[in-house]
């Protein structure tokens, strides 16, 4: 996939998780952007290439672009067994279950990037791969933080707990406002989607639910705003 655009490339630049397989620049970039990004593509053995406007467009399927674009063949999630083990000992991490809109779960990753969580798990079924769309909607968050994909969402949540987590599923009924919550040292948030919320069986495995408290009419929030306030909260409470 072509991740264009000059901020989500450069992240792609600097992540150590991820390695694009080449840079590819429009001859209508101005010299000094050309260079920077040339320069940052040669630190990493990442070879350059330059090519007219039309050629850009063609390859990475953008017209009107900023005509920085770079190739990445795989996203490399990451293994489960290996981020855990690596966790740090006070953590926050995000369980995702059927979110599917590229738009969201880039948000998300935003998010997790600005407020520290320490990775976002998301299963195999129902919900949106890493994708050029997902990389934009990150602002390029998604080549730094670590995604782990799983094959069963609540047995996930079950083997989080044996590692020490509590896990709270994020839902407008929540038992306990997210404000007046006191976060373990590993705890990990379960987002659902908006239309159809968390699924019975992971809820039912969590260790309790929370809410965000909301003006009386407002159902719900956006799940990425909701990621927001979450992690902005529980990051101040744990940094602690």
């Given at each position: 996939?072509?991740i264009?655009g000059?901020h989500?490339?450069?992240?792609?630049?600097?992540s150590?998780?991820?390695?694009?397989?080449?840079?590819?620049?429009?001859?209508?970039?101005?010299?000094?952007?050309?260079?920077?990004?040339?320069?940052?593509?040669?630190?990493?053995?990442i070879p350059?290439?330059?090519?007219?406007?039309?050629?850009?467009?063609?390859?990475?399927?953008?017209?009107?672009g900023?005509?920085?674009?770079?190739?990445?063949?795989?996203?490399?999630?990451?293994d489960?067994?290996?981020?855990?083990?690596?966790?740090?000992?006070?953590?926050?991490?995000?369980?995702l279950?059927?979110?599917?809109?590229?738009?969201?779960?880039?948000?998300?990753?935003?998010?997790?990037?600005?407020?520290?969580?320490?990775?976002?798990?998301?299963?195999?079924?129902r919900?949106?791969?890493?994708?050029?769309?997902?990389?934009?909607?990150?602002?390029?968050?998604?080549a730094?933080?670590?995604?782990?994909?799983?094959?069963?969402?609540?047995?996930?949540?079950?083997?989080?707990?044996?590692?020490?987590?509590?896990?709270?599923?994020?839902?407008?009924?929540?038992?306990?406002?997210?404000?007046?919550?006191?976060?373990?040292?590993?705890?990990?948030?379960?987002?659902?989607?908006?239309?159809?919320?968390?699924?019975?069986?992971?809820?039912?495995?969590?260790?309790?639910?929370?809410?965000?408290?909301?003006?009386?009419?407002?159902?719900?929030?956006?799940?990425?705003?909701?990621?927001?306030?979450?992690?902005?909260?529980?990051?101040?409470?744990?940094?602690k």
């Amino acid at each position: 996939m072509w991740i264009t655009g000059r901020h989500p490339v450069e992240e792609l630049l600097a992540s150590a998780r991820q390695k694009p397989g080449r840079l590819l620049l429009s001859e209508s970039v101005a010299a000094g952007e050309k260079s920077r990004m040339a320069g940052m593509a040669s630190e990493r053995g990442i070879p350059c290439l330059e090519c007219p406007d039309d050629e850009w467009a063609r390859r990475t399927g953008e017209r009107g672009g900023t005509g920085i674009a770079a190739e990445l063949a795989e996203y490399r999630y990451a293994d489960f067994y290996d981020w855990e083990a690596a966790l740090p000992e006070r953590v926050l991490v995000f369980l995702l279950d059927g979110i599917t809109d590229p738009q969201n779960l880039g948000a998300i990753l935003r998010n997790a990037r600005a407020f520290g969580v320490g990775g976002v798990i998301v299963p195999k079924d129902r919900s949106c791969p890493v994708t050029a769309a997902v990389f934009r909607a990150s602002a390029g968050a998604a080549a730094h933080v670590p995604i782990v994909l799983v094959t069963n969402l609540a047995r996930t949540v079950e083997t989080l707990q044996e590692k020490g987590f509590w896990l709270y599923a994020a839902a407008e009924d929540g038992e306990t406002d997210v404000f007046a919550m006191k976060p373990a040292a590993r705890t990990g948030i379960v987002l659902g989607s908006e239309e159809r919320g968390i699924r019975k069986l992971v809820r039912e495995k969590c260790d309790g639910s929370v809410r965000i408290p909301m003006e009386p009419g407002v159902d719900s929030l956006n799940v990425g705003v909701t990621a927001g306030i979450i992690a902005f909260h529980l990051r101040a409470l744990m940094s602690k």
